[in-house]
């Protein structure tokens, strides 16, 4: 402090201390290259921090452009977000009406499979019935009518034979009504 006010009084003061003139000029000089050092390295790192602040300024076009993409890309995918729940919804409400629709469907294949089987019942029924007519005629009886290769199981030969085969009008009548 005391040699930056005055330098006379500084190198008296550190003759005072004992120091040589020889020595007092070394350390100034000591001191000197230090100065230089550090004002050498200042410029330096004020150079880069010119060259960086040049750089940032070169590219805030460059950084505002790709935020104000980032911003662009945000909201798209928001949008593309809520069309896709929007989709989901969409999906789940046909998959419920298709469900719906596919036992429909299954109620519907089994109603026409009855009918199919009472179509099949009242043939057999006609074609006995005019075998009955045409025995009373003389003449010879019809060939009955071949039920389907479903109907062909024991079950299906045990209905066919007990509610749908006949002997006279009235057990037709009968068997009709169970």
């Given amino acids: 402090l005391l040699m930056a006010m005055s330098p006379a009084a500084g190198a008296a003061a550190l003759r005072r201390e004992g120091m040589s003139m020889t020595e007092l000029y070394t350390k100034y000089v000591e001191v000197e290259d230090a100065l230089r050092l550090e004002q050498a390295q200042r410029r330096e790192l004020q150079e880069h921090l010119d060259a960086i602040l040049v750089d940032l300024e070169q590219k805030a ?4 452009e790709q935020r104000e993409e980032y911003e662009r890309a945000l909201q798209s995918h928001q949008v593309l977000q809520a069309r896709l729940q929007e989709s989901e919804g969409a ?16 109620n519907h294949s089994s109603t026409i ?37 479903r109907n062909d199981s024991d079950a299906q030969a045990v209905i066919t034979s007990r509610l749908v085969d006949f002997t006279d009008i009235q057990s037709l009548q009968a068997k009709n009504q169970e």
């Fill in 61 to 64: 076009p460059l950084i505002a």
């Fill in 91 to 106: 999906r789940y409400a046909i998959q419920a009406e298709l469900n719906a629709a596919n036992v429909e469907r299954r």
């Fill in 113 to 149: 499979n009855g009918f199919k089987a009472q179509s099949a019942d009242l043939a057999r029924q006609v074609t006995l019935l005019l075998n009955e007519v045409n025995e009373l005629k003389g003449c010879p009886p019809l060939p009955l009518p071949r039920t389907d290769g």
